[in-house]
């Protein structure tokens, strides 16, 4: 019998902290929102625009991903998507709605190579513990957008520091993931020997991963969660306040769904990992978001109830997308070409969420439609989740 080799110390750290990059640059948008927008002159379907932007990047570089890691390496590739973060940042310092923009659009493109190269990663160095690697990096995904959202509004009241300069703050946390992997990057990357057929060119197993049903059921798993997570993230503080309450109670709200949403993060994958078939577990994720979402429309004076239920859902929804992303596959070259599909396919569906939901609310001036309009991505979700969940390998 095998034993296990210890997890690294260092490996895991750098793991996290890179993962808790790819939350706050999106995530802290949301409850500086109606400042930026009265500031700019724009209206929610414009904030919609500028909180889409980002998740449009994730979909759109991530089939970039893949070919960016077989060229440099997974280390380099990931070093240089924390510097395109960190410079991301600094721009949304310059005054002017271009920067604002430009500056969301490299934060959009870094953390679009980080959501495809990172699982991948996990893959090729922890294959025999995907499922609480998993864990982790999902928990660290969850523990950025809780940061960001909990601390961004008491930040700015507390330094007296404006919305830009508030924003450009969460880019010290990139500096230091940056300064963790500028040493790995120069080492260079591990290689890993594909396993496709003699012959079969990378191209050839990209457009074999496109053509397989499990690779849709997992894509559409992706797409419908994480529309469900950055719609609920760009609008969740604006609809509190526009039952009454104040900006920073909309804030903690939303800081209180990511923090949950770290134990739905840990504990899907961990579970996901010992089953040969992980369908339960999407139908619990699932009536979860579902139940959550409908206590919203009909008892918004119990809030603190359906943040917590839509939290651990969402939690556990895109770590169960990621979980399923390795179980899926036979080695970590295969990982990256499914997570990039998933992810490409996925993010441009996601995009439609937070825009979707500033359309919706523009066209009839209340949150309830929106909020409808996420329950029926609840339900595809779970439709995904039970054809993603059966035991087998996407060939």
Same mark, same amino acid.
């Given at each position: ?84 973060l960190c410079a991301g940042f600094a721009v949304r310092l310059v005054p002017g709605l271009g920067a ?34 998993t864990g982790l990096y999902s928990m660290a995904l ?20 404006? !919305? ?70 760009? !609008? ?160």
């Amino acid at each position: 019998m095998s034993l296990r080799r210890p997890l690294g110390a260092g490996a895991v750290l750098a793991i996290v902290l890179a993962a808790l990059n790819l939350r706050p640059g999106v995530v802290a948008v949301s409850p500086l929102l109606g400042e930026i927008l009265a500031e700019e002159g724009l209206s929610a379907t414009a904030g919609g625009v500028l909180t889409t932007l980002p998740v449009l990047c994730f979909g759109l570089l991530a089939p970039v991903a893949p070919l960016l890691a077989r060229r440099v390496g997974l280390e380099r590739a990931l070093f240089g998507s924390l510097l395109l973060l960190c410079a991301g940042f600094a721009v949304r310092l310059v005054p002017g709605l271009g920067a604002l923009l430009v500056g969301t659009l490299a934060v959009g493109c870094a953390i679009g190579l980080g959501n495809v190269l990172l699982p991948a990663l996990i893959k090729r160095d922890f294959a025999d513990r995907v499922g609480l690697m998993t864990g982790l990096y999902s928990m660290a995904l969850s523990g950025g957008a809780a940061l960001a959202a909990g601390l961004t509004v008491p930040l700015a009241t507390a330094t007296g520091m404006d !919305w830009r300069a508030t924003l450009a703050s969460w880019g010290l946390l990139a500096v230091v993931g940056a300064a963790v992997w500028a040493p790995r990057a120069l080492r260079g990357s591990r290689s890993v020997a594909p396993l496709r057929p003699v012959g079969a060119t990378a191209a050839d197993a990209v457009r074999s991963v496109w053509r397989s049903p499990l690779a849709w059921a997992v894509t559409v798993l992706m797409g419908t969660q994480s529309l469900s997570f950055y719609a609920v993230n760009a !609008w969740l503080p604006e609809i509190f306040v526009a039952s009454g309450r104040s900006v920073a109670v909309g804030g903690w709200l939303l800081a209180l769904t990511n923090l949950l949403g770290i134990v739905g993060s840990f504990v899907a994958p961990v579970l996901a990992g010992r089953m040969r078939r992980q369908r339960a577990i999407g139908v619990v994720i699932v009536a979860l978001i579902t139940t959550g979402l409908l206590g919203l429309i009909l008892a918004p004076e119990v809030a603190v109830l359906w943040v917590v239920l839509l939290g651990l859902g969402q939690g556990g929804g895109i770590a169960l997308a990621l979980t399923l992303m390795a179980l899926r596959t036979e080695n970590a070259t295969r990982t990256s070409e499914l997570s990039g599909m998933a992810q490409s396919a996925g993010y441009v569906l996601a995009a439609c969420g937070p825009l979707g939901l500033g359309v919706a609310h523009d066209a009839t001036g209340s949150w309830t439609l929106p909020l409808v309009l996420l329950v029926g991505a609840s339900l595809v979700q779970g439709v995904a989740a039970w054809f993603a969940g059966r035991d087998e390998i996407v060939r």
